[in-house]
């Protein structure tokens, strides 16, 4: 996070364990708009890491230049800005980086490793079900981090504000626009699959969707707290039988990181 004085214009990086310890030099604030930048909320807040001197910043999108060593943020870092990972699982960026919620479950080390083989060959759809504060999320925000980091775009989207989009672009260009925007990213990790789809219409257009993606040979991941049973119901048969196609449903029954 960043720290912010009421008293000053200048944003300064919070020293904490998981982003540089370095103060920012005022004078490497290049295209920083400070004013605005104290109005921002937090939340607009993401991760980026430098590629040149390697440290981690939360900074308002749209910054152009590394706030430590003035490097000008390159496309892979301009695509975190936009990836949609938020801050909390912006901390872990790599595999290696992922622990157990316990020791000795087989089962969370074989999800792992099967989300990271379709980050790295997937063509299909992949969904991780499960109880809730099980990591799913934490998976697939590092499974777009990982396609990131080797030069492919790759977003992470609640399927609420997928549909939210949607609607908002079917005022303006209707829905060819936003079958468009999101079949794009060789990788979508959609989150949330379980909040309800509140029209026939919005259920047709997310299947047309992930069809075309599919089409594409765009790797999709859905996550959602469903159980099995549930899962066909939730998403229609169509997905599900694309899921069972290529990528396969992974159900994430080990412990919470929550409890």
């Known amino acids: 996070m960043i720290e912010q004085s009421p008293h000053s214009d200048t944003a300064q990086p919070m020293a904490t364990p998981e982003f540089s310890r370095k103060q920012a030099d005022p004078a490497k604030l290049v295209d920083f708009p400070s004013a605005a930048n104290a109005l921002r909320p937090k939340s607009s807040l993401v991760p980026v890491q430098c590629l040149r001197c390697r440290r ?3 900074l308002p999108a749209g910054t152009k230049h590394c ?4 490097e000008i943020i390159h496309r892979s870092e301009r695509r975190l800005f936009k990836s949609g990972i938020s801050v909390r699982h ?3 960026k790599t595999w290696a980086a992922l622990r157990p919620p316990e020791s000795g479950v087989t089962e969370w080390h074989q999800a792992v490793r099967v989300v990271r083989d379709f980050v790295a060959s997937g063509s299909s759809i992949l969904a991780l079900i499960g109880a809730r504060g099980t990591g799913k999320t934490q998976l697939g925000a590092i499974a777009v981090r990982q396609t990131i980091e080797i030069d492919r775009s790759a977003k992470l989207v609640q399927i609420i504000e997928l549909l939210a989009n949607l609607k908002a672009r079917f005022e303006t260009d209707g829905d060819a626009g936003w079958l468009e ?3 794009r990213p060789h990788l979508l990790v959609i989150d949330e699959i379980a909040e309800r789809i509140d029209s026939d219409w919005s259920r047709c257009m997310f299947t047309t969707l992930l069809d075309k ?3 594409a ?3 999709t991941i859905l996550i959602g707290n469903v159980t099995a049973a549930d899962f066909d119901r939730v998403v229609g048969a169509s997905v599900a039988s694309r ?3 290529g990528g396969g449903v992974v159900v994430c029954e080990w412990s919470s990181y929550r409890s």
């Not at 706030?67 to 003035?70: H, M, T, V």
């Open 213 to 215: 993606r599919y089409g």
């Open 56 to 58: 981690d910043f939360l």
């Open 181 to 183: 925007e999101w079949s």
């Open 217 to 219: 040979c765009r790797p």
């Open 243 to 245: 899921c069972s196609e």
């Open 90 to 92: 912006a901390r872990l």
């Open 67 to 70: 706030l430590d060593c003035g």
